[in-house]
């Protein structure tokens, strides 16, 4: 089983500034089968990335990501309050496809 | 446009039973794969099984393996899940899940394991 581990479990951060959150593998991700999800409370996790770098649908291009094979990360360069949520990262290049534990955005 | 409906959430019992469904639509239903997800409350997300497009292949999360069983009638574009001997820490959200090269989600139905 894969193991994805987030960094930083939470930050702070205020509008406008630039957001950089980390996702590592225990083992290489197949076929960089790597997605980044936004959820927000009450809410069905919402697809923000797949493939470790291609945006989903209608999603503000703010939102980017990279990464291969260990190590990817996400990035929001210009935080807006919409943004403030939790974000995890998911493997479903192998099963069982598993989840990173999250990592809070807060406002600062 | 890709749906994903869960039904079939409810309050039971320690050691109960529940059946969940997953009726799918806006897609071929048979040729993808699918598979459960579940959320606690507070929690993160947790895989929890996978069927084949054919039904003929599953996997399961070692926390559910032997009480939990997926299934899916490609003539009903529905998924299964028969969840039986239930426990508290089963108590979450439990959201359907496939991918047609971007990741569809339902919204997720709840269920309540408690006396």
């Known amino acids: 089983e894969i193991v994805l581990t987030q960094s930083p479990g939470s930050l702070s951060l205020s509008p406008g500034e630039r957001a950089t959150l980390s996702c590592r593998a225990s083992?290489?991700?197949?076929?960089?089968?790597l997605a980044w999800y936004q959820q927000k409370p009450g809410q069905a996790p919402r697809l923000l990335i797949y493939g470790a770098s291609s945006r989903a649908t209608r999603i503000p291009d703010r939102f980017s990501a990279s990464g291969s094979g260990t190590d990817f990360t996400l990035t929001i360069s210009r935080l807006e309050p919409e943004d403030f949520a939790v974000y995890y990262c998911?493997?479903?290049?192998?099963?069982?496809?598993?989840f990173g534990q999250g990592t809070k955005l807060e406002i600062k | 446009e890709v749906q994903l409906v869960e039904s079939g959430g409810g309050l039971v019992q320690p050691g109960g039973s529940l059946r969940l469904s997953c009726s799918a639509s806006g897609f071929t239903f048979s040729n993808y794969a699918i598979y459960w997800v579940r959320q606690a409350p507070g929690k993160g997300l947790e895989y929890v099984s996978t069927?084949?497009?054919?039904?003929?292949?599953?996997y399961y999360a070692d926390s559910v393996k032997g009480r939990f069983t997926i299934s899916r009638d490609n003539s009903k574009n529905t998924l299964y899940l028969q969840m039986s001997s239930l426990r508290p820490e089963d108590t979450a959200v439990y959201y359907c899940v496939t991918r047609i090269t971007l990741i569809y989600w339902g919204q997720g139905t709840l269920v309540t394991v408690s006396s």
């Open positions: 069927i084949n497009s054919n039904g003929v292949t599953t």
């Open positions: 998911q493997q479903y290049g192998s099963s069982p496809y598993t």
């Open positions: 083992q290489s991700v197949s076929s960089n089968y």
